[in-house]
């Protein structure tokens, strides 16, 4: 199975409730990245931690299939 196949493919209830908590890991980030007031830099660090760890758990939830 390629990986279109794969993302195309249904996506098990637990991995949709991780694909979503990992779209929101990344709209949390966002938002602490692209403040418009100042924000210590470790705030920034951790917002940019959040968009890349939501990103590798949405991307791998939604290439998860149900096994035949």
Do not use: D, W
């Not at 409730?17 to 403040?35: D, E, F, M, Q, W």
């Not at 210590?40 to 590798?56: D, M, R």
């Amino acid at each position: 199975m390629n990986i279109l196949e794969r993302i195309k493919s249904p996506t098990p209830t637990f991995f949709k409730k991780l694909r979503n908590v990992g779209l929101g890991l990344i709209a949390v980030g966002g938002v602490l990245v692209s403040s418009t007031i100042t924000l210590p830099v470790i705030a920034i660090t951790i917002g940019q931690y959040l968009i890349v760890a939501g990103s590798v758990a949405s991307a791998v939830a939604q290439t998860t299939v149900e096994n035949n």
